[in-house]
């Protein structure tokens, strides 16, 4: 985003940070964060962790919380199953939850890649931990890369990537108990591997993936892979809330002189806010596409004002607009405008799920069937059905005429004790007294029965000679 004062050196803009002149991979060593913003940020990741760690474990009516097995057509969502009959569900659920992300980034930038996305929560708050421990500071880290193997410097690295590569297993694992659920993963532990290859290849593919993204990719999820940080430019304006530089109070930059009297602004040229950075970049060039909003150059920052005697939030949660001319719009016609469709949506969603049934049936007369004339003064039609069980758990559904008073007869017998998300299908016939039948069509009720419970009512036309 441009910023409204004049960058008196732009050449940022010419080059990728985490690309070198010779065009190799700029290795990034960034100072170990502390201070206000960490310490919070530290917190809220254990409790994110926590919960992340806890949710496949959680259950509701002996099913998951969450379940997302793409490959079976399951998803669960918080508690909700969604089967193939409920895609439309999913759809619209996936829809509503990216206006949400798109308002909310209108609104407060990037906060969730710094506080909550388990990329920044994963490399910063435990891979980055871990490597601090082993490896010392960042200046010891470059070191010890430049070194020759000495017997030191393998003990370090095979135990640092030993580690990771564990902690990668262990996310592998997690990934993988939301997909197929942990009763499923849990069957590689207790049952012959043989019977297990599909699953067992799955977690030792993600293993892999995940120890490459942390041990290698890291800072590049963020700023060359991640579609969400790609989509910055066009989501973030200048009201929205970002980590941001007060240019108007730190510029012209001027290191501290001892002694001397400042005519500078507040910056003092430290650099401390660009080595604390995971992505490698200079805050004070304005928001940029690798920003992920860690908060890590807020802290260096104001340590650095502690010391010099400045007030702190030099670098801040702000708005471009609060910092140019201290104005600071929260609601904005974009806002607004993502508000009502975000509210109709939901508003859709949540009727919907109100109104869901746990069987679909379709009923149709038999095709090439009218109606037949009983000797009794009665009238036949022949329909065909289809009972869809939109549930994760067995039922036996009944079907009942509610009304014209008649009869509903099955044609064989159809067997309707139907399995999770099963489907049973067969004919049947329903037969009227003719003093039910006052015209050509007549509107005929249906419902399914669970035990006492009405599952779902639907309506079909009864043909009757006129
Ligand atoms: S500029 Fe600041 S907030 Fe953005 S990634 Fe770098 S250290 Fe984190
Ligand atoms: S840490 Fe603060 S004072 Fe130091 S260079 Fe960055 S903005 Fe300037």
């Keep these: 985003m441009k910023s409204t004062y004049e960058i008196y ?24 964060p502390s201070g206000f913003w960490h310490n919070r940020r530290a917190w809220f990741s254990a409790v994110a962790l926590t919960l992340l760690f806890a949710g496949p474990f959680l259950k509701v009516d002996g099913q998951p919380l969450f379940l997302f097995n793409v490959i ?9 199953f969604i089967g193939p009959q409920d895609y439309w569900l999913f759809g619209l659920a996936m829809m509503s939850f990216m206006v949400f992300i798109v308002l909310f980034t209108v609104v407060y930038g990037r906060l969730f890649c710094g506080w909550a996305c388990p990329q920044t929560i994963f490399m910063e708050m435990v891979f980055r931990k871990i490597e601090y421990a082993i490896e010392g500071t960042h200046t010891q880290q470059k070191v010890l890369d430049k070194a020759p193997w000495t017997t030191d410097k393998i003990a370090k690295k095979v135990s640092k990537w030993s580690i990771f590569l564990l902690i990668s297993f262990v996310i592998a694992n997690l990934l ?100 604390v950075c995971p992505t490698g970049i200079d805050i004070r060039n304005g928001t940029q596409m690798e920003c992920i909003n860690c908060t890590a150059c807020i802290d260096a920052c104001d340590h650095m004002m502690d010391k010099v005697g400045f007030p702190r939030g ?128 007549t509107d005929v009720k249906f419902s399914v029965y669970q035990g006492d419970k009405k599952m779902e009512e639907f309506k079909t036309t009864f043909i009757a000679p006129q």
């Design 9 to 32: 050196d732009d050449s940022f803009r010419d080059h990728y940070s985490a690309v070198n002149e010779e065009g190799k991979r700029n290795w990034f060593y960034p100072q170990k």
């Design 72 to 80: 079976e057509r399951k998803i669960i969502i918080f508690g909700l």
């Design 176 to 275: 993988l108990s939301y997909v197929v659920g942990v009763d499923e993963l849990k069957k590689i532990i207790t049952e012959p591997l043989s019977e297990h290859w599909s699953l067992f290849g799955g977690v030792v593919g993600f293993t892999a993936v995940f120890y490459f993204v942390f041990a290698w990719a890291r800072d590049q999820v963020c700023t060359v892979i991640c579609p969400y940080g790609r989509l910055q430019g066009v989501l973030l304006d200048r009201n929205s809330m970002v980590v941001a530089y007060d240019y108007k109070r730190g510029e012209p930059r001027e290191k501290l002189h001892k002694g001397q009297d400042r005519n500078a602004g507040d910056c003092i040229s430290c650099q401390q806010c660009v080595v």
């Design 314 to 441: 030099l670098i801040r949660y702000a708005s471009e607009n609060s910092i140019a001319d201290g104005t600071n719009r929260l609601i904005t016609p974009r806002v607004i405008g993502y508000s009502v469709v975000l509210a109709l949506l939901w508003g859709v969603l949540g009727f919907m799920v109100a109104t869901r049934t746990d069987t679909e049936t379709t009923l149709f007369r038999a095709p090439g069937t009218t109606y037949i004339e009983n000797s009794d003064g009665t009238v036949s039609n022949l329909y065909t059905f289809k009972i869809f069980n939109k549930t994760n758990h067995p039922i036996a559904p009944t079907l009942k005429l509610e009304s014209p008073q008649g009869t509903l007869r099955f044609a064989g017998k159809p067997d309707l004790a139907l399995d999770p998300v099963g489907m049973s299908e067969g004919t049947l016939f329903v037969t009227l007294p003719k003093s039910e039948l006052n015209k050509r069509k």
